[in-house]
């Protein structure tokens, strides 16, 4: 099973700044079989990406994700007050894995 | 819709099981699959395994469970099952029903999760 490594483990942004999520996976992710998640306290996750870069339903466009192989970035251009939440990197290329998540956190 | 229900509380050595009740949509559907998903503050989330039907019915399972789930569909009542033997204390989580089309061939509906401790 392909280990996902996210980092940092905590980011301290204002509303409005740019975030950059970085996910390492300890093996190749062939396809791109990767996705990111959102989880707020009390709520489950929630899909925001999947193939490395695609959008899903109804996700707003200030989300991106990016990368092939083993290094993959989710970026939110402008943080929104409800973008304060911890995400998530899983893969499902080698069975399903998932990061152990990064918590954006107002600064 | 997915709702869940089961025990919140286990002893230690005896199985766990929960149901997955599906509204608006079929267990038998051949183009998404249904999972198992636990999270815990040690573990993080953890996929336990899948079931899903392409003809007929399969399995995956994660290497760190393999010995100890089930994962079965029940066509009449449109539900999905986990069963979980010789639970520990570190199988402490809230554990979800997950649905995974092959559109997404990502996680894109969660249940409500359940709690489930374990503990004498």
């Known amino acids: 099973e392909s280990v996902l490594t996210q980092s940092p483990g905590i980011l301290s942004l204002s509303p409005g700044e740019r975030a950059t999520l970085s996910c390492r996976a300890s093996q190749s992710v062939n396809n791109n079989y990767l996705a990111w998640y959102q989880q707020k306290p009390g709520q489950v996750p929630r899909l925001l990406i999947y193939?490395?870069?695609t959008r899903a339903s109804g996700i707003p466009d200030r989300f991106s994700g990016s990368g092939s192989g083993t290094d993959f970035t989710l970026t939110i251009s402008r943080l929104e007050p409800e973008d304060f939440a911890v995400y998530y990197c899983q893969q499902y290329h080698d069975s399903r894995t998932f990061g152990q998540g990064t918590k954006v956190e107002i600064k | 819709h997915l709702q869940q229900s089961g025990p919140g509380l286990v002893k230690p050595s005896q199985t766990l099981s929960l149901t997955c009740a599906i509204s608006?949509?079929?267990?038998?559907?051949?183009?998404?699959?249904w999972n198992w998903i636990r999270q815990s503050p040690s573990r993080g989330l953890e996929w336990l395994g899948r079931t899903y039907y392409r003809s007929k019915w399969y399995n995956d399972y994660a290497v760190s469970v393999k010995s100890r789930v089930t994962i079965t569909p029940d066509t009449s009542k449109n539900q999905v099952s986990l069963h979980l033997t010789f639970m520990t204390p570190e199988d402490t989580a809230v554990y979800y029903c997950?649905?995974?089309?092959?559109?997404?061939?990502?996680?894109?509906?969660w249940g409500p999760g359940t709690l489930v401790t374990v503990s004498s």
């Open positions: 193939g490395a870069s």
């Open positions: 608006g949509d079929s267990v038998s559907t051949q183009s998404a699959a």
């Open positions: 997950v649905r995974e089309p092959d559109y997404y061939a990502a996680f894109d509906y």
